[in-house]
């Protein structure tokens, strides 16, 4: 059976050792993952120098390429991220742009790097717009070339205009727990499957090569 490793980037705008919601989700998400086996790391993505760009390395003391090597070493990464203004953070925005500069890493067969990898996501806010960000995000993650499982999100809201969070609102395991649950389960599954069974390679004829141009 394929050794599976996960990585959750935390997309909190907090710098530890600030408390954060989602990194409390995504370690719930870790969690479960390790009763299907799978063992795993989280990183706080503010915590690293992480900047702005569309490539594997900015440079100048760039935090992303050390938090690309763990992504590259594990079969499943999890964006926790909280809402804010019913968007994904700006820390996750960041991350998924980072992300795009896989379209141009390929293996020896021309398979993105990524192929093979699940990604799956986690959301907390004290506000609606739960689902709008699991659809950006797996978009996304589908778009740069991960699979998405069934079932591959889990996220928990307050009510609108409150202040608890998530963090303080005790365990949710009829809800957020069953949807975290199913997330771990799907997600070993299907990295499992896609280790022993790869995609194929891309058919060469059709293919587009190169990175796409930049929009901005």
């Not at 590259?72 to 990464?77: E, G, Q, S, V």
Request: proline share 6%; hydrophobic share 40%; glycine share 10%.
């Amino acid at each position: 059976m394929a050794n599976i490793r996960a990585l959750v980037l935390n997309c909190t705008l907090k710098r530890s050792p600030a408390p954060s919601s989602s990194e409390t989700l995504g370690r719930e998400v870790l969690d479960a993952l390790a009763e299907q086996g799978v063992a795993g790391d989280l990183v706080r993505v503010v915590d690293h120098d992480v900047r702005f760009g569309v490539s594997t390395d900015e440079g100048d003391g760039d935090g992303w390429p050390d938090i690309r090597a763990k992504l590259l070493a594990a079969r499943i990464l999890v964006i926790a991220t909280p809402i804010w203004l019913g968007q994904p953070s700006s820390v996750c925005k960041m991350v998924l742009e980072r992300l795009d500069a896989e379209l141009s890493e390929t293996d020896e067969q021309g398979r993105l790097l990524t192929y093979g990898k699940v990604g799956a996501v986690a959301v907390v806010g004290n506000e609606d717009g739960a689902h709008h960000t699991i659809g950006q995000v797996q978009q996304a993650l589908n778009e740069v070339g991960f699979t998405c499982p069934a079932a591959g999100a889990t996220y928990w809201v307050g009510e609108a205009l409150h202040k608890t969070d998530y963090r303080d609102a005790g365990p949710k395991p009829d809800t957020t727990g069953r949807t975290t649950s199913a997330l771990a389960l799907n997600s070993a599954h299907l990295a499992r499957l896609l280790a022993e069974q790869p995609y194929p390679p891309p058919d060469t004829r059709h293919a587009a090569t190169g990175p796409r141009p930049e929009s901005g």
